[in-house]
């Protein structure tokens, strides 16, 4: 267990905090999409990006012509966030209703990666397992065109909700059905098609 982090200790809700890092590696590696916020002249932006954890790091790439991504490069606070969502939890009232979830955040300056086809490798694994070893290897000129960042895993929170359904006082003489609905994430069958 490590300790908390002022800046990412979790205030709300505070029962929710899970602080093993073999937790927080679970959620990233199970996760396909992070979210990277970070402002820019006084603008909030959140990108989306493809990514992959590399032992205590999370690696993710975008075009080396992005300003957004230059701005990453040169070391800008950022925050990635990837959120599992594992089901909606129906309560008897709107206010009590909520979700099942497991929400990564990571605090922290990115790093170039210098070594891209390793780390572009790591990204193309976490996705689709077993892809890279079949592809056509990365040209000099998408080298070039792309930009590998690394964000270490050294400030962050993980908050899981996994509960069921509460009520309260109100909630007499209402008896809509409760519980949970799962929701489930998975690859679906893979259709072949011609590249063009």
Known sequence: MEPPVERTRIRRLPDKAVRERSALHAVLDAGMVAHVAFVHDGQPYAIPVAYGRDGDSVLFHGSSGSRLFR?????????????????LILARSAFEASMRYRCAMVLGSCTVVEDQEPALRVISE???????????PPSRKELAATLVLRLP???????????????SPEDAGWSPPTGVIPIRTELGAFRPGEAE
Request: proline fraction near 7%; hydrophobic fraction near 45%; include cysteine.
């Open 153 to 167: 895993l050294a400030e962050w929170s993980l908050k899981v909700s996994d509960g069921w359904p509460e009520t």
């Open 71 to 87: 701005l990453l490069a040169g070391g800008a606070p950022a925050c990635l966030t990837v959120t599992l969502l594992d089901g």
């Open 126 to 136: 976490h996705l689709t397992p077993g892809r890279w070893d079949v592809i056509r």
